[in-house]
């Protein structure tokens, strides 16, 4: 990986990683989380169950990997967030849509998703 691409990656996991800090004082856990499995099961927002398997998601998809184990798939939060905001950073040939990069969804919604995610 080039030093730009480490660089940029670097830059982009630390600005996100604020993000989540504030996610996490502005509404309590349990509201984000609800929030955030809202979002990812909306068809017209997250879509996640459109390419993933989730354990109570119904018609999941299959082009993704399944949702699970996520705290020991991306020991560190910020890691996970970085991947739902820009998959195309690690894998410039992955189908997952950029969600942050392309504005799909917005900071605090990349925050809530993560939150759901990450609890899986």
């Given at each position: ?52 398997m989730i354990a109570d998601g119904?018609l999941p998809g299959n082009l ?57």
């Amino acid at each position: 990986m080039s030093r730009f691409v480490t660089a940029a990656l670097a830059g982009v996991i630390l600005s996100l990683a604020g993000g989540l800090l504030a996610t996490g004082t502005a509404m309590g856990a349990d509201d984000a989380m609800a929030k955030g499995r809202e979002l990812a099961f909306d068809r017209k927002k997250g879509n996640c169950l459109a390419c993933h398997m989730i354990a109570d998601g119904d018609l999941p998809g299959n082009l993704g990997p399944p949702l699970i184990a996520m705290k020991a798939r991306y020991p560190d939060k910020a890691a996970l967030r970085a991947q739902i905001w820009d998959s195309t950073v690690s894998n410039p040939r992955t189908t997952m849509p950029p969600f942050g990069k392309h504005g799909i969804l917005s900071d605090e919604e990349i925050d809530l998703v993560t939150e759901y995610i990450y609890s899986l």
